[in-house]
């Protein structure tokens, strides 16, 4: 089973920026596809940004387009989130999580990690 751990997230004033990684162990993550979601209390969880095993990148909040990109390094085993020019409604926790499998399924992850908390106020 892999173990997935999202790390990187604080608080960061309107504008600014922050890369989250997620890390991986116990399994290989190369090849298979990744994602990142994102979660408010009392507020149902969203797709942010997804990765394919090949590296196609999928977006599910237009709010986030052009502001977030995902990426990966397999042979770190690592996942990232770079997110630029951050607003207040970014805040929330953020999860990281993978898929069984090479293409972007949302509803279908396989594993999720622990999540990082972004707050994003002056």
């Known amino acids: 089973d892999v173990q997935l751990q999202a790390f990187g997230g604080g608080l960061v004033q309107p504008g600014g920026s922050l890369r989250l990684s997620c890390a991986a162990s116990g399994a290989t993550i190369a090849g298979y596809a990744m994602t990142w979601f994102r979660q408010v209390a009392g507020m149902a969880r969203e797709g942010v940004q997804c990765?394919?095993?090949?590296?196609?990148?999928?977006d599910y909040q237009d709010s986030a387009k052009g502001r977030f990109t995902i990426s990966r390094d397999d042979a770190k085993e690592m996942v990232y989130l770079q997110m630029n020019n951050l607003k207040p409604e970014d805040s929330a926790w953020y999860y990281c999580a993978s898929y069984a499998k090479s293409e972007c399924d949302p509803g279908f992850e396989d594993y999720w990690g622990q999540g990082t908390q972004v707050t994003v106020s002056s």
């Open positions: 990765i394919s095993g090949s590296g196609e990148r999928t």
